[in-house]
């Protein structure tokens, strides 16, 4: 597999990541709590392979017997692309544990 593959590889990880984020965000609006934390570990799950690309592209690029790959504005992308949709699930699961206890405190 070519750079750029395992690039789109990161974006397409990362994106899923955030499509189930948001369905997890979708899903705790209906206080369907259950459904939210499987989404957000679906969400999670993606986030770890979009890790595993990314630690591969970076090993890669130290290794000296490798040509070094110059910085693109396709790896610039897809950094920004996984390090947003990590934040939106990290948020999203401190959502989650505070509409839970919200609801817990309300019974």
Same mark, same amino acid.
């Given at each position: @597999?070519?750079? $750029? *593959?395992e690039v789109m590889g990161l974006i397409g990880a990362a994106g899923e990541s955030k499509?189930?984020?948001? %369905?997890?965000? +979708?899903?705790?609006?209906?206080?369907?709590? $259950?459904?939210?934390? $499987? &989404?957000?570990?679906?969400?999670? $799950?993606?986030?770890?392979?979009? /890790?595993?690309?990314?630690?591969?592209?970076?090993?890669?690029? @130290?290794?000296?017997?490798? *040509?070094?790959?110059? @910085?693109?504005?396709? @790896?610039?992308?897809?950094? +920004? /692309?996984?390090?947003?949709? %990590? &934040?939106?699930?990290?948020?999203?699961? /401190? &959502?989650?544990?505070?509409? *839970?206890? %919200?609801?817990?405190?309300?019974?």
């Amino acid at each position: @597999m070519n750079y $750029e *593959e395992e690039v789109m590889g990161l974006i397409g990880a990362a994106g899923e990541s955030k499509d189930y984020c948001f %369905q997890a965000l +979708d899903a705790l609006k209906k206080n369907d709590f $259950e459904s939210a934390k $499987e &989404l957000i570990a679906k969400s999670h $799950e993606s986030d770890v392979a979009a /890790h595993n690309v990314q630690t591969k592209l970076i090993s890669a690029e @130290m290794d000296p017997e490798q *040509e070094s790959v110059p @910085m693109s504005l396709l @790896m610039a992308h897809a950094q +920004d /692309h996984f390090m947003t949709t %990590q &934040l939106a699930r990290e948020l999203v699961e /401190h &959502l989650i544990e505070v509409f *839970e206890a %919200q609801k817990d405190n309300k019974n």
